[in-house]
């Protein structure tokens, strides 16, 4: 194969390798590799065919963008979508039941293979649990937190609904290969010391525009961290700006995926040669509970500065941290014990899935014995749509991903961040809490 | 031409409050609350032609695209910022909507300065100095000249696609 001027220098004069055997980062790999190239480098644009195209209830927005379109050409492959109700659900009032009837009415006429109407679940823990997301793939979904799939190796990432209308009709779209930060992280986490305080930990340290434009992989002692946690970890990528965040395929990610009947994939991951644009390490030993304070991600502070802070509402859930494992965390804090009366507790869980694990060990009946609300799974709260808005001069512990502004559909109220232990302790108290602290 | 000029990291939330997102979907549905939460005097009197001038991180958060196609709608000129949120550039990208990366530009920036700005040619001037930033690639130029990408989506369609009814479209993987 003919190398160019700059290759042939590259290689004889400095003993760099040239360009297509020197080592790649996963990005790198995963997006040759869907383009048909034999390799690629960061900066250059190439076009994909992903493997599924995710869409919840903007999708009635998006089909109503390319209505001709859709009567001429139809959907390239009716495999291709997965289409979750989950934002809005139970419809909050008219307009939103006819988007959602709309939608029923567009995956009826094109016999769209992967539907999920409201009450499955929140749409990333639905393409974790249905096995769409597996090593190796490539997903873009119209919503910022697609790049929670890197949890199990997939190269994912957002996208708005213009562009998912448009790979509707063609099955195709760009991408610009990114530059790669690796992040090492490094010892075992403390007892209530959780996957969100380590990831809250990182955007405080990098800042929420850390990683823009970036891929991210996470490297080192990931083998304590269940599926479920490195799900937490990717799916706040994001907020640091990330394109994706992913993790390598260990037995893990091989149990997780046998017990949800995964069987073919192809993973991918970095080469040990591969250049970054940056490298960190965290020693995640060192890390205590954190809080995320208003109005940005990376406004994070220990918990122990925070310790005593009155709150109104607290929001155990959503996509970040809604699995089993984040509420059998919470009823080991409140067994036995009282929600505040100054408090309404939310359990918001991701899954039906997740919600009848938690029914049948028990972890429920705990929660709302010791007072809290249990919501159906979607997302209502966590945008501000419904279930859970809050008044002027309320605050809100949460366990989602975002504390911005009006974020929970008031400009005047706080959202603060924390990990299900926290928010567990603080609902106790009323005020927020260490969660070390109610467990001694 | 008013310029207006805000901080650091403004957020989807604060351009486009997500209680709207699934009931606001078209310009006129939109444009009330447009920066409702940043700048509640800017749906109000925004004007064809103007710019905004922001900080770093402009556009993060959701993806929801509300605020571009709100601010194409509404005519702004170009969006200058320190730096973008991705999702938010794509969709820059996607609506025709022109967003412009000039760190030096924005900081030279104060109340009053005079601005032109040259997207085709790369070119902003700031009360009489000349930055440059550089221009997209042609692959991506070609979706935002065409008038954004479901415009381009549509040529490509018209080029590629032979008139089939829509079932022979259904290739299964």
Known sequence: MGKTFAEKILSKKSGVKDVASAGKTFAEKLLAKKAGLS???????????????????????????IQDELNEYGVVDPNLPV???????????????????????FVKKYKIKNFFDAGTGICHQVVLEKGFAVPGSLIVGSDSHTCSYGAVNSFSTGIDRTEAASIL??????????????????????KFVSAKDVILHIIGDISSSGANYCSIEFHGDIGQFSVSDRFTI?????????KNTVFQVDDVTVGYLKKIGVKDYNPVWADPDASYLKELTYDISKISPVVACPHNVDNVKPVSELAGTEINQCLIGTCTNGRENDFRIAAEILKGKKVSPDIRLLILPASKTVFENCLKDGTIEILSNAGAIILPSGCGPCLGAHQGVLAPGERCLSTANRNFKGRMGCKES???????????????HGKITDPREVRK | MRVWKYGDNINTDMLFPGKYTYTCATP????????????????????????????????????????????????????????????????GINQGLVLIECPDAVKTYSEGDKIQVDAKKGAIVVAGKLFSFPILPNEILAIRDAGGLLAYTRLKLKKTKKVLNPKQHTITR
């Open chain 1, 83 to 105: 289409i979750v109700l989950d934002h809005v659900i139970p419809a909050a009032n008219e307009k939103i039941a006819s988007n959602h009837k709309k939608i029923r009415e």
């Open chain 1, 234 to 242: 990717a799916n706040m990528g994001v907020e640091a700006g990330a």
């Open chain 1, 169 to 190: 009709l063609t099955g195709e779209t760009w991408l610009k290969v990114p530059e790669t930060i690796r992040i090492t992280l490094k010892g075992k986490l403390k």
């Open chain 2, 28 to 91: 006129e549905e939109i444009k009330p609350h447009l920066l409702e939460d940043l700048d509640p005097s800017f749906a109000g009197n925004v004007k064809n032609g103007d710019i905004i001038f922001a900080g770093k991180n402009f556009g993060c958060g959701s993806s929801r695209e509300q605020p571009v196609l709100g601010l194409k709608s509404v005519g702004i000129q170009a969006v200058i910022a320190e730096s973008f949120a991705r999702i938010f550039y794509r969709a």
């Open chain 1, 39 to 65: 390799h690629v480098v960061p900066g250059q644009i190439v076009t994909v065919k992903p493997d599924h195209l995710l869409t919840h209830d903007n999708t009635s927005a998006i089909i109503g963008k």
């Open chain 1, 414 to 428: 706080e959202i603060y961040l924390a990990s299900p232990a926290t928010v567990a302790a603080s609902a106790i």
